[in-house]
């Protein structure tokens, strides 16, 4: 059996040292999507978007193709540490989830009491965080942050994607083709017999994987939970020849191939093409709109809320312990930092307000301006707090 002490980190925890350089990155891309959306060049980057190469168009190839290697990578993450790292035990899941479901539900209802009709089918929004951009600010203030809140962020913020992960599934599905969804399950009974018998290599799981985007995308359900389903059949043992190395198994390899071209490339293509928003065409009402405040106070309050209200009541009930070195201001600080909602709240209004301009406007603003103050918020706070109350 392995011993847990040579067992190697996880690619999340070693992606944590570089958080800041692809949240600055992402940010880079947001802003120059917003430069152009407010300028001479928004006719030449919405036409871009708009191109079709092949059956879809670049807008659709970024959000239905690349973001499905994006939640790959998610689901690998989710795997890896369920099985094999933080989320292990019950233990270790116990306050970064009673935090994330905190985290989920009370953002969501905060919109719900802004929004009625059909806005409300944006109730996700606000549920989600970006683990890019949280980590990353988690990470300028260096040592400075006692490392059980990196770690009970990590975790909080993968269990947050498995929220979102089911949520997408439940309730962003369109009119489903059983044709496609039957190719799908006969794919995917094929992966997971390949895991079951042993196959290690990933050019078969890949391709495979392929051809079971290829159905999601077809069935209704969207294309991207091809990624992580594909995730759960990657083998996590370890390859002939390393019995005793767990880095070595596939999962770990795709795990560490993914992360650079995922968060320097693929986060932050995404974020180029979808956070342009025209305010200079929007009218004065839209900063106000019930989706803007919705979005908006669900990221800054609700997760605030959520998140720290609920660990505060396992901790005093005794179900959890508050992370080792950490104060109540630092977990205040990090509860806001789960507001940073960008990249998996914008793939959101993208689902639930398909084909609707004008709502996806204005969810975009609350996503950037909630996310911006959460951010600021949650830095200052740890700032403040650090460094006597981390040591």
């Given at each position: 059996?392995?011993?847990?002490?040579?067992?190697?980190?996880?690619?999340?925890?070693?992606?944590?040292?570089?958080?800041?350089?692809?949240?600055?990155?992402?940010?880079?891309?947001?802003?120059?999507?917003?430069?152009?959306?407010?300028?001479?060049?928004?006719?030449?980057?919405?036409?871009?978007?708009?191109?079709?190469?092949?059956?879809?168009?670049?807008?659709?190839?970024?959000?239905?193709?690349?973001?499905?290697?994006?939640?790959?990578?998610?689901?690998?993450?989710?795997?890896?540490?369920?099985?094999?790292?933080?989320?292990?035990?019950?233990?270790?899941?116990?306050?970064?989830?009673?935090?994330?479901?905190?985290?989920?539900?009370?953002?969501?209802?905060?919109?719900?009491?802004?929004?009625?009709?059909?806005?409300?089918?944006?109730?996700?929004?606000?549920?989600?965080?970006?683990?890019?951009?949280?980590?990353?600010?988690?990470?300028?203030?260096?040592?400075?942050?006692?490392?059980?809140?990196?770690?009970?962020?990590?975790?909080?913020?993968?269990?947050?994607?498995?929220?979102?992960?089911?949520?997408?599934?439940?309730?962003?599905?369109?009119?489903?083709?059983?044709?496609?969804?039957?190719?799908?399950?006969?794919?995917?009974?094929?992966?997971?017999?390949?895991?079951?018998?042993?196959?290690?290599?990933?050019?078969?799981?890949?391709?495979?994987?392929?051809?079971?985007?290829?159905?999601?995308?077809?069935?209704?359900?969207?294309?991207?939970?091809?990624?992580?389903?594909?995730?759960?059949?990657?083998?996590?043992?370890?390859?002939?020849?390393?019995?005793?190395?767990?880095?070595?198994?596939?999962?770990?390899?795709?795990?560490?191939?993914?992360?650079?071209?995922?968060?320097?490339?693929?986060?932050p293509i995404f974020g180029l093409a979808n956070a342009g928003v025209p305010f200079l065409g929007l009218p004065a009402e839209a900063?106000?709109?019930?989706?803007?405040?919705?979005?908006?106070?669900?990221?800054?309050?609700?997760?605030?809320?959520?998140?720290?209200?609920?660990?505060?009541?396992?901790?005093?009930?005794?179900?959890?312990?508050?992370?080792?070195?950490?104060?109540?201001?630092?977990?205040?600080?990090?509860?806001?930092?789960?507001?940073?909602?960008?990249?998996?709240?914008?793939?959101?209004?993208?689902?639930?307000?398909?084909?609707?301009?004008?709502?996806?406007?204005?969810?975009?603003?609350?996503?950037?301006?909630?996310?911006?103050?959460?951010?600021?918020?949650?830095?200052?706070?740890?700032?403040?707090?650090?460094?006597?109350?981390?040591?």
């Amino acid at each position: 059996m392995t011993n847990p002490v040579n067992r190697q980190p996880s690619a999340l925890r070693r992606f944590l040292d570089n958080q800041s350089s692809a949240g600055l990155i992402l940010m880079g891309a947001a802003a120059l999507a917003l430069v152009a959306a407010n300028s001479p060049l928004w006719p030449a980057y919405d036409g871009l978007l708009r191109t079709y190469v092949g059956p879809m168009s670049v807008s659709h190839w970024i959000n239905d193709g690349l973001m499905a290697v994006f939640f790959l990578l998610v689901g690998l993450e989710i795997k890896r540490e369920v099985l094999d790292g933080q989320l292990s035990t019950w233990s270790r899941r116990a306050l970064p989830g009673i935090a994330a479901f905190g985290g989920m539900v009370v953002p969501a209802l905060i919109y719900l009491a802004f929004n009625a009709g059909p806005s409300a089918r944006g109730w996700a929004i606000p549920a989600a965080t970006d683990i890019a951009f949280a980590l990353g600010v988690m990470s300028l203030l260096g040592d400075r942050v006692p490392a059980s809140l990196r770690v009970f962020l990590a975790a909080l913020a993968i269990i947050d994607d498995l929220g979102a992960v089911v949520i997408i599934a439940l309730f962003y599905t369109a009119g489903l083709s059983l044709p496609d969804l039957a190719g799908a399950a006969a794919v995917i009974a094929v992966l997971f017999g390949m895991n079951r018998f042993g196959v290690k290599r990933l050019t078969p799981y890949l391709l495979l994987g392929l051809v079971l985007w290829v159905f999601v995308l077809r069935s209704g359900v969207h294309a991207t939970l091809a990624g992580v389903i594909l995730a759960f059949t990657i083998p996590l043992r370890p390859t002939p020849g390393h019995p005793d190395d767990e880095s070595k198994s596939p999962l770990h390899h795709l795990e560490h191939r993914l992360h650079v071209p995922v968060g320097f490339l693929i986060v932050p293509i995404f974020g180029l093409a979808n956070a342009g928003v025209p305010f200079l065409g929007l009218p004065a009402e839209a900063l106000a709109a019930p989706v803007t405040m919705g979005v908006g106070l669900g990221l800054l309050a609700g997760k605030l809320v959520g998140v720290f209200g609920l660990s505060t009541l396992a901790i005093r009930l005794g179900v959890a312990d508050l992370p080792v070195h950490a104060s109540w201001l630092q977990l205040a600080g990090t509860a806001f930092l789960c507001g940073i909602g960008f990249t998996m709240s914008l793939f959101i209004t993208l689902l639930a307000f398909e084909g609707d301009v004008d709502l996806q406007a204005q969810a975009k603003i609350g996503i950037l301006l909630g996310s911006l103050a959460a951010g600021l918020v949650g830095y200052l706070l740890l700032r403040v707090a650090a460094p006597d109350a981390a040591r």
